[in-house]
């Protein structure tokens, strides 16, 4: 901003500076004394005077401080040409195949390319089994949580549920079903007693019975032995023998019989003593049910729903998916994703419907990002191009034009005729050569009703800025050195040089941010006459 004012501070003193001259009007006459007398010495006829250059007047020029609006225009010449888009791909890599020719018609979103994906391929293959065991994991748990919190809600359920039987107290069913089942006990006690009885007696005579048999055998013996003694012969002898084989049986007998008692004695004691035991039970339970709710029991019973609660809650709490575990998953997926993304960026997809007009590379070289491929022209298509001012930038690699920005456009075939289009390129470097800077803008535009030809010349006009209710100066009123603005304010009969703060600059108005307000006289720079 501060070079074009600069440049046009300069233009204006040395349009200035060109004016001629004007050379002022001679001097009177003047009389010279005659010498030694009084006389006076006529006049000397007068001469015509040489004229003797004199200092310039400061010519000054007074500008006053407005108020409106600053417009800020770019008018730029362009032509019409047909639309040309290179297809690139967005990642470097080697050109595995290409498939469409010179001359081919594509549609857009069709495929025109691929770079080699090998390697990207068995990195997708790991990267998806690896989300996969992730997956299963996280799911695994998932399941194994879930599975807890249900048992939890079960279990504080039945805890509830035995909760509110403990404080409503017994129903007349309940008292009525707890009296049959001691009823049944007593039954069942007065039948174990009896059949324990029963067995035990039986078992008692069979062990008196071997007694006694004992007893008899024993006799047997001792008389058979003494026998023996005093007549010892072969009868005596086998009687002997079979007196002591008897005894041996018998006494056999005792020992199993008197077994057999003391068994069904045990017996008999232990089953009614478990038969007494389920009569006591039962007749607690009658006596509980009688009594009504029991403040211990519903005591228990509030404790158990309580720490039933405090598991729910637990199992809850582990079911909610590890953060750990959730990461690792996200990444791996993200993983997925990201080599996914990449193998897709290696496939080249027309981004237009047009012609293929070259080839700018074959299978098995080495491709770069954003470096042109293939190259589609729309014949159907147009838009204008527009070289880049010096004046605008003069270093060419930015722009104060946007892609997207609205401009006006007056074809020289359509004269009067406004049509609108928008920037959709800018001057900046390419990414074919970081060497080389385009210097043109790409605009597209919307002309119904008409007929264009490539070729065909377009006057362009961008509003660069617009300022409404502005202070204003014009430029030759304002002193620029590197980047600072100066006036020189004239107040009265004084003047003071005076740095301001600019802002839009247009050939013919810049704009006072700071250090002015409206209704202040400035003067132009002196220029000499």
């Not at 300069?10 to 050379?23: E, K, R």
């Not at 770069?368 to 930038?393: K, T, W, Y």
């Not at 074809?411 to 990414?431: A, D, E, I, M, N």
Request: hydrophobic share 45%; aromatic share 4%; net charge negative.
């Amino acid at each position: 901003m501060h070079f074009r004012l600069l440049f046009l501070l300069t233009l204006a003193l040395f349009l200035g500076a060109c004016a001629v001259a004007t050379p002022p009007p001679p001097p009177p006459p003047t009389e010279t004394p005659a010498a030694g007398g009084s006389e006076t010495a006529p006049a000397p006829t007068p001469t015509a005077p040489t004229p003797t250059p004199s200092v310039a007047e400061p010519e000054r020029t007074l500008f006053t401080v407005r108020r409106g609006e600053i417009v800020n225009e770019l008018a730029l010449e362009g032509r019409v040409v047909q639309v040309q888009q290179g297809q690139a791909f967005t990642e470097d890599g080697v050109l595995k195949a290409i498939f469409v020719q010179v001359g081919a018609m594509v549609e857009q979103g069709q495929l025109l390319a691929e770079l080699d994906t090998r390697d990207l391929n068995a990195q997708l293959s790991q990267a998806r089994v690896v989300y996969e065991q992730d997956r299963v994991a996280l799911e695994r748990a998932r399941a194994t949580a879930q599975t807890q919190v249900r048992q939890a809600q079960v279990d504080l359920d039945a805890a509830r549920s035995e909760l509110a039987r403990a404080q409503r107290g017994a129903r007349p069913d309940e008292i009525s079903r707890a009296r049959a089942v001691l009823q049944q006990a007593e039954a069942d006690l007065a039948n174990v007693r009896n059949e324990a009885s029963q067995v035990k007696n039986q078992a008692l005579r069979e062990m008196e019975t071997a007694v006694e048999r004992l007893t008899f055998v024993q006799e047997r013996f001792a008389a058979a032995q003494i026998e023996f003694e005093k007549n010892p012969n072969e009868t005596t002898r086998n009687a002997s023998l079979q007196a002591r084989e008897d005894l041996r049986v018998a006494e056999d007998e005792v020992r199993r019989t008197r077994i057999a008692y003391d068994t069904a004695l045990s017996n008999e004691v232990a089953l009614v003593s478990r038969a007494e035991a389920v009569v006591a039970a039962t007749q607690a339970d009658l006596d509980r049910l009688l009594a009504g709710p029991d403040p211990f029991d519903v005591a228990q019973a509030e404790q158990a729903v309580a720490r039933a609660q405090i598991v729910l809650e637990a199992a809850r709490q582990q079911a909610q998916t590890d953060p750990e575990l959730a990461k690792q998953i996200a990444r791996s997926q993200a993983e997925v994703i990201r080599l996914e993304q990449q193998i897709e960026s290696r496939r080249l997809i027309a981004t237009m419907t047009g012609q293929v007009v070259a080839l700018e590379a074959e299978p098995g070289i080495a491709v770069r990002a954003a470096s042109p491929v293939i190259m589609l022209a729309n014949n159907s298509s147009r838009e204008i191009i527009v070289e880049e001012p010096v004046a605008l930038d003069p270093l060419g690699t930015t722009t104060s034009l946007l892609p997207g920005q609205a401009v006006a456009i007056e074809f020289v075939r359509y004269p009067g005729q406004v049509f609108s289009g928008v920037v959709t390129r800018v001057p900046g470097r390419l990414p074919t050569n970081d060497a080389f800077l385009s210097s043109e803008y790409a605009i597209s535009y919307e002309a119904p009703g008409v007929e264009l030809s490539v070729g065909d010349i377009a006057e362009v006009t961008i509003v660069l800025g617009r300022v409404a209710n502005a202070l204003w100066l014009p430029p030759e009123a304002v002193i620029v050195t590197r980047d600072r603005s100066f006036v020189n304010k004239v107040d009265g009969d004084t003047e003071q040089r005076l740095e301001i703060v600019t802002g839009i600059v247009t050939p013919s108005q810049v704009e006072i941010l700071r250090g002015l307000v409206e209704g202040d006289v400035v003067a132009g720079e002196v220029l000499p006459r």
